[in-house]
């Protein structure tokens, strides 16, 4: 049967409205889009806000007198350093395993912290070790959340417990 007008003009009718619909959906997907980018990065900068606040508090607890204490007692033993984290993801998660993109704490002897960074496994891009001795150096080599983690670890009794696991491991 040939076509005629009226059946072109049906199927330019249908044609256009599905592709208004398909604009509308795109425009909308878009919109959700930059949305969810737009509460992405505000999230992103209320973590940085509470790792600049966090990072002084790490390093206060780090010159206190808890952390004296455990470097008189690593002194006693011998021990150049000891764990006060799991290993932890960028998003301050603890990590069951080493695996990329982790990163553990260290107190040291001298009052310092040592921050050991591991990066793509697969890519042989291996593992860092670096020395902070300011918050300012503690925001440049962990992740922001990783540092907010880090605080409420120092704040809390979980960093004993870290420390004691670690200790045991190294009958």
């Known amino acids: 049967m ?7 003009d049906a199927l330019f009718a249908t044609a256009g409205r599905a592709l208004a619909q398909r604009r509308k959906d795109a425009a909308r997907r878009e919109r959700g889009r930059l949305e969810e980018g737009r509460r992405a990065a505000e999230e992103r900068a209320r973590v940085a806000e509470r790792a600049r606040t966090a990072a ?11 952390a004296e204490g455990l470097r008189v007692r690593m002194r006693t033993a011998r021990l150049d350093l000891v764990a006060l984290t799991p290993w932890l993801g960028g998003d301050g998660s603890t990590r069951e395993r ?31 070790r670096q020395r902070v001795t300011t918050p300012a150096q503690l925001m440049e080599v962990l992740p922001p959340r990783a540092i907010v983690r880090l605080a409420e670890e120092v704040r809390s009794d979980h960093v004993m417990e870290h420390v004691a696991a670690g200790l045991k491991e190294i009958r």
Request: charged share 10%; with cysteine; glycine share 12%.
């Open 2 to 8: 040939p076509t005629t007008p009226n059946d072109l």
């Open 56 to 66: 002084p508090a790490v390093f206060a607890w780090v010159k206190g007198d808890e």
């Open 98 to 128: 080493l695996c990329s993109f982790s990163w553990c704490v260290y107190l040291t002897q001298d009052g310092g912290l040592l921050v050991q960074s591991i990066g793509l496994i697969s890519a042989g891009m291996g593992h860092r």
